[in-house]
């Protein structure tokens, strides 16, 4: 009976859902009646609907810290299972790239946008909802043609990667802001991040990259993770790991 919606969810959780579909897996989610094996999804969109009412600003993360620090863990939800994202989908391949043909001669005229305007078109926060879950990613994936990223854009993959409704989009944010790991603002935005994700894929995918550029700052955070009882056994351990190495650096 609930067939299609599995496998919507499916295709979700994998970064290939269109637009018309993923507002109707969320607009499923919002009714009253959820099958019992589902409805440990109903937090999750529930938390995506509300964030979504919300506007990041450029000192996003402060805010949120400062949050963090007088309640505790803004939100948090039952995981019932971890879902492994097969791949990142960074190599989704396919950088938007918008074709002019001339028939004239035959001549074929390619028209490449920058990464920096394909990355802004469609991960502003206002421009989040016109777009599906595969052209943020193709949009995110813009990042590895660049070799530097400026405050504005590295400021929009930290809100991507706290705020995007799908797990692949916001573990390719992760992705890509690693590759600029010297960057101050990227490294403080990985560690915040931490604080407030819930989805165990995401929270281990930064207990790695924090361990990975010897980030000793983070200690502290893996260590308040590790000892936090709403969140998975894996989780744990691998925060426990985490702390453990970096203490030792």
Known sequence: MYQEIEKLLEKYYEGETTLQEE??????FSKAEVPTHLQHHIAEFAYYR???KETPSKNLNEVLLSKIEKKGRIIQFRTVSLRIAAGLALLIGGFAVGYAYNNRGGEIT?????????MKQSLQFEQVSLKSASERIEAVNQ????????????QLLINTLNFDDNV????AAAQALARFEDEPLVRE???QSLKIQTDPN???????????????????????????GNVMDVVRMKAQEGAAQLITL
């Open 110 to 118: 390619i028209i490449e946008s920058k990464p920096e305007t394909v």
């Open 23 to 28: 507002k109707y897996i969320k607009e499923f």
């Open 189 to 191: 935005g990985l560690i």
């Open 143 to 154: 990042s590895l043609k660049l070799k530097a990223l400026d405050q504005d854009l590295t």
């Open 50 to 52: 509300h964030a979504a």
């Open 168 to 171: 692949n989009v916001r573990l």
């Open 202 to 228: 995401i929270q281990i995918t930064l207990i790695e990259l924090l361990v990975m550029m010897k980030e000793k700052r983070a200690s502290q955070t893996l260590e308040q993770l590790s000892q936090d």
